[in-house]
């Protein structure tokens, strides 16, 4: 799923035996967002939710008004304009732009090595997919789930696009769809199917043509049921509490149930639908433009409190875990509190102040380089931080560096990063573009830190000094030329 800029609708995902490579040759897909289930997380601290503040009510269905504490807990707030989620049982992997965290329980866990193979234009304005091969498999700690799929999409519609699959260790070709029973069904022309994988094994595949294929546990052929929804719709959600216990949400639409033999139709809370969610307890969730509301199994729809007021873009449920994404600020939320909330600002962003990659004769996008691989926004869960402090090692700088005294936590280094590729034509004639990567090293001035509350102190101070090239706190593996000394 994506989260984030202006509040957007999500289409349908694309499905098809390279479900991943789909994204690439998309050249829509740089302007709209799709859900997860298709493509269809320093020192820990004990995190106090920011005080509620009152939500306009949406005047559900038997509503029973707000509750008077907010279930809801922040996970993570970013300057960053987008995220992606990928739920599983009490965690998520959750990825804006090269920040990419894995939530289990309280645990939040930042690597930088999770960003090897990955392209330079991962932090750019880049739209991100995920996909996990089983999003109901529990990983024995908070890391990167193996044959986890993330695709990518830079700049506009013709930017540069790429696929990729985690292996354990690094990013790889995508290879084929997460779920072989996928490419047992054919898509007509112009019609696309919203997939997701079932908790006791099954899956469910809506399309647009409002017919479900729906694979019941260890079946190998799809049975084709109806689903009652509009015959309008473009872009959509599955949400479910169980296997038999199945719901569907069309943005903006109608909504359905399907009870393991049959769909109906579902009344929905007031307002127009964004996105839904169901936990194993059996409630259903619906976010709509008046805010979230909830079904208990049985009851009637009510209002949710939320910890800030502000616009969601995204509902996502696996277990009895229910995570919420919004939009302006770009924040993520999970009815379970973490260990350390994380937050994300300017200078810890690779790329300062982007405006977007809206024409085609970019040469290149320059992002600070300390190693290999590219480097992630630095955060308190990150183990391995530096300080980047500009493109070379001069007086000026040293003369900066001497005056304020959060600078003396800095074990000033020169690294070897990369320097940035060009934006080339994808084949003669064609107006997509791809990376053209350089292949050269390229040094840069670097202070290792070991805390983030040093590195924030760090980078803070010293930012009014360096404008035109501010210090940025990054999370990064980094290549280390030498030493500097004072």
Known sequence: ?????????????????????????????????????????????????????????????????????????????????????????????????SLIVAVLGGSVVQDPGWLEGLPEFVNWDTELLLDLRDPWATPGA?????GMGLAMHAGNRHGPAGAFRWDGKRWGPPGGPSDVRRSSVREAEGISTVWSALPDGGLMGVQTSNEAHYFAPKSKTATKLMVPLTKDWFMGQVAAASGHDVYFCAWAGKMAHFDGTAWSEVEPPPGKVESCAATSDGTLWVATDKGLAQRPSGKGWSDVLLPRSVAIH?????????WVATDSPTEIWSTKPVGQELSVGKLQLPVPDMPGLSGLDVLSVEAPSVSAAPAAPGTAACSSLVVWLGPRWTPELHAVLAKHREADALDLVEVKGVAPGKVVPLGAGSSSMRVQPSGRPQLAAAGLVANFESGMRAVTALAPDLGDAPPRLLCASPRIAKKIPR
């Open 1 to 97: 799923m994506i989260v984030g800029r202006n509040i957007r609708p999500l289409p349908a995902p694309i499905s098809g035996a390279v479900a991943l490579l789909a994204l690439a040759s998309c050249s829509a897909c740089a302007s709209s967002p799709s859900p997860h289930e298709s493509i269809s997380q320093g020192p820990a601290a004990t995190t106090t939710p920011a005080a509620p503040e009152t939500q306009p009510s949406s005047s559900p269905v038997e509503s029973t008004g707000p509750a008077k504490v907010t279930p809801l807990s922040v996970v993570l707030r970013t300057a960053e304009p987008s995220c992606a989620l990928a739920p599983f049982p009490d965690g998520a992997v959750i990825a804006c732009g």
């Open 142 to 146: 908070p890391t990167l789930p193996a």
């Open 314 to 322: 995204r509902l996502e449920a696996v277990g009895d875990r229910l």
